[in-house]
């Protein structure tokens, strides 16, 4: 009798359990059963409730900090080299740690070759993850990568929404590649915001390159945290003149006080998707849920179908 590859199973790290559980559904399928012991220092020990030897699992989770979330998919992958999966692909919606992909200053680490490394230790056959602070980042890996854009999410809505004298902004000169990928999809003017940091999460400065006068202005960027940047280009914007400023960021940290900012700010609207999980405290943020394309590449990875129809941009 052939051999018949099994089906693959699905696991979900703690803090990203809701968004498994949509991927799952999606997938046409249910999570996978797993357990935790923890000790009382805070130690914790995840343990497959399940058999899944030969089999190809998925394991879902955001590895935003704190580090926990990072070492919980650690050993979530450790165990399951260790109960002889066949495949095991980290599925990371959010990869953490991303921003610290280079030496800006001399005697700083960089954490993201540090994560891919354990990752790729840990037993990681794949990776699944999308919307890297740097594309770049795929090559700190020696398994493959699928980097999957949102711009499927959040192409369909802006254009849905019908705007006229569209205009795509970026908050910074390191995401203007992205906002003249998403103008060319849509066919639109391109601005680009210039500012200065006095240090991390700290604006000193911000001036803007080109004309927002009577445009209705999207501002395209991987992430938000404090949202300082975001809602001070906002403002800015809307004193030279735009008709309306929306956000759209991938992952949405908003982390401090970046819900008052966002509700003090001109922004119309910020729109995120559902990569990490967060308590939505405005009325100004909307979710858009990425649980169907990831669940469609995860299918398409298993059956080994080729997942370039998901690379819009």
Not at 188 to 193: I, K, T
Request: glycine share 6%.
């Amino acid at each position: 009798m052939p051999y018949q590859v099994p089906q693959p199973k699905i696991f979900a790290c703690t803090q990203s359990k809701i968004l498994g559980e949509k991927i799952a559904k999606a997938y046409g399928t249910e999570l996978g059963k797993i357990s935790f012991s923890r000790y009382s220092d805070g130690e914790f020990q995840p343990s497959f409730e399940e058999s899944i030897r030969g089999t190809r699992i998925f394991i879902i989770g955001s590895t935003h900090p704190g580090p926990e979330n990072l070492m919980e998919m650690l050993l979530m992958i450790d165990a399951a080299k260790r109960a002889s999966a066949r495949h095991i692909t980290a599925v990371m919606p959010y990869f953490g740690w991303a921003r610290q992909d280079r030496k800006d200053k001399p005697r700083v680490p960089i954490a993201a070759k540090l994560v891919a490394k354990m990752l790729e230790t840990a037993g990681a056959t794949r990776i699944i993850t999308m919307d890297l602070h740097a594309d770049q980042i795929q090559g700190f890996f020696e398994k493959p990568v699928d980097h999957l854009f949102a711009s499927t999410l959040f192409l369909p809505y802006l254009k849905n929404l019908g705007l006229k004298n569209l205009t795509i902004a970026s908050p910074d000169m390191g995401g203007s590649k992205r906002a003249y990928a998403y103008s060319k999809a849509l066919d639109s003017d391109v601005v680009v915001c210039y500012k200065q940091r006095a240090k991390a999460n700290i604006i000193s400065h911000m001036e803007l390159i080109g004309d927002v006068q009577g445009k209705n202005v999207v501002l395209v960027d991987d992430m938000v945290d404090t949202a300082g940047t975001l809602t001070k280009a906002a403002d800015l914007m809307m004193e030279r003149g735009a008709l309306s400023v929306r956000a759209i960021t991938t992952h949405g940290l908003l982390s401090g006080d970046a819900y008052e900012k966002i509700e003090n700010s001109k922004l119309t609207e910020l729109i995120i998707t559902d990569s990490i999980p967060i308590e939505i405290k405005s009325d100004k943020v909307r979710v858009l849920s990425c649980a169907n394309l990831f669940a469609e590449v995860m299918d398409k990875v298993h059956n080994n179908n080729s997942i370039s129809s998901k690379f819009l941009m």
